[in-house]
């Protein structure tokens, strides 16, 4: 990268705790031309944006179809086009660095990637770059005392917005296994977990970094959960060590 082309930086906010910001993110959210953070509507803050303003009172919303759950949308598409514009007409207007917030790490299942291709199809001199952030199962671990992996266990991550079948498979052939976006299928997904005899280890997250933040035991949930929760299905361990070198449990 030759430092006169025009950048977009994707940073990674973490969960929503302005604490777990990284350094580097910070530095680059204060020296960036433009800030960007996606939001569902105009007059409503994002939770990237009100990690954002702990930093900087820079940030400019932008509108992404967050809550869309139809896939490839033509409102989603829509909300792509328009974002990625806004870029290339800071771009054209002399920015050289633009910073788009988001939740948690820029490149596991964030909206910055679909910016990034919009962006690049616009701008093929423009660079790309992103700054990690702590995920929602890092910080749910932290928070809730959970050993994501140890030895060579393996870790499965997956979205549960199409369902719980996939869930039903992993459980049987992966040791820890990590579940986002599962608000809708709530009970299918405790169900699912329950059957596979894993149901006592699980610990469950939603909000994590903000005040009305819901950390416990997956088995105490009943009725509904927010869209965007985080569960946490540890491998079994019974034996300190038990996993190194390919050890049984």
């Not at 929503?16 to 960036?32: C, K, Q, S, Y």
């Not at 809708?184 to 933040?213: F, N, S």
Request: hydrophobic share 40%; proline share 6%; with cysteine.
């Amino acid at each position: 990268m030759t430092s006169d082309r025009p950048r977009l930086v994707g940073v990674g906010v973490g969960p929503g705790d302005p604490e777990l910001v990284t350094v580097r993110a910070v530095r680059i959210l204060r020296e960036a031309d433009v800030v960007l953070v996606p939001v569902m509507a105009l007059d409503e803050p994002g939770r990237a944006e009100s990690v954002v303003r702990a930093y900087t009172d820079r940030a400019e919303r932008v509108v992404f179809a967050l809550n869309d759950r139809g896939g490839r949308s033509e409102r989603r598409v829509s909300a792509w086009d328009a974002a990625a514009r806004r870029v290339v007409e800071a771009f054209d207007g002399g920015a050289r660095t633009v910073a788009f917030a988001t939740i948690g790490d820029p490149n596991v299942y964030s909206t910055f990637t679909y910016l990034a291709r919009t962006v690049r199809d616009r701008r093929p001199d423009a660079a790309v770059e992103t700054v990690p952030g702590v995920t929602a199962m890092q910080d749910l671990a932290a928070r809730s005392g959970t050993v994501l992996t140890e030895g060579d266990e393996s870790l499965c991550l997956l979205p549960l917005t199409g369902g719980t079948t996939r869930l039903r498979t992993v459980l049987e052939t992966h040791d820890t296994v990590v579940a986002y976006k599962f608000g809708r299928v709530a009970g299918e997904t405790l169900a699912a977990v329950r059957d596979a005899g894993r149901l006592d280890d699980a610990v469950y997250g939603a909000r994590l970094g903000l005040p009305d933040e819901d950390v416990r035991a997956a088995k105490e949930l009943d009725g509904p959960v927010p869209y965007l929760s985080t569960l946490i299905v540890p491998g079994r361990r019974t034996v300190t060590g038990g996993r190194l070198n390919g050890g049984t449990p």
